[in-house]
């Protein structure tokens, strides 16, 4: 078990694109208390605490859930958030799991958003998150970013022939090459910030340190 925390929303993806996050208020004095607080308690239990300034927590689950994929470990994640929808793998298993006890596995991200897990990122950068500041395509939602990316397998095989898309069976098809082309700067750099960074350094021995001793 671990704990992973957030320090802080100036991480390296405002440093890719200031618009990141932007429009979110800093946490109130208070609440850092309680977050500090929290922390203090939970490694006073003996669990392992870990975040930093660079990355999100988001990043440090997709890291330990490879390390933990390469031991041959499965992973549940404790946390309601899409973006670690792209994590999710069936061996060994990677789930996600709701504060109500709900499981989402890969037919669940499916059944969730569409797509399933590998494709996560490419539907994010095609529709982007105004919760995060990421715009994606103008003018492309999410079942026509499933649509597009289910007919052809992925964002770059998209971009590399749009012409095609005028012939696929999805709504309004004839009009989205033009959409997508207008898009593509922002799709590219939708893709950087919601793909999640699973190579953290965080020691050959995190396993052991997470592990929870009686």
């Known amino acids: 078990m671990a704990v992973l925390m957030d320090r802080t929303i100036d991480t390296f993806r405002r440093e890719i694109d200031p ?4 429009h979110r208020p800093a946490a109130p004095p208070d609440l850092i208390e309680h977050f500090n607080r929290f922390e203090e308690e939970v490694a006073r239990l003996g669990v ?14 997709a890291t330990l859930a490879r390390i933990a994929n390469e031991a041959g470990l499965p992973t549940r994640i404790l946390a309601n958030d899409k ?12 789930i996600l799991e709701d504060h109500k ?53 992925s964002l770059d095989a998209l971009y590399a022939d749009l012409e095609a898309v005028r012939g ?16 593509r700067e922002e799709a590219m750099l939708a893709r950087r910030l919601a793909k999640l960074v699973d190579t953290i350094e965080v020691g050959e021995d995190v396993l052991e340190k997470c592990r929870l001793h009686p």
Do not use: W
């Open 101 to 153: 006890g709900k499981r989402t596995d890969r037919a669940g991200v499916i059944e969730k958003m569409g797509v399933p897990p590998e494709l996560v990122v490419d539907f994010q950068a095609l529709v982007g998150d105004t919760s995060d500041g990421i715009v994606g395509v103008r003018g492309v939602g999410q079942k026509t970013a499933a649509a597009l990316l289910n007919a052809v397998g």
């Open 19 to 22: 618009r990141y996050k932007a």
């Open 168 to 183: 696929l069976k999805i709504r309004g098809a004839k009009t989205l090459p033009e959409k997508l082309e207008a898009g």
């Open 48 to 61: 392992t605490v870990l975040g930093d300034t660079t990355y999100e927590a988001d990043d440090y689950a």
């Open 83 to 94: 973006d670690l929808c792209q994590l999710v793998r069936e061996n060994p298993p990677v």
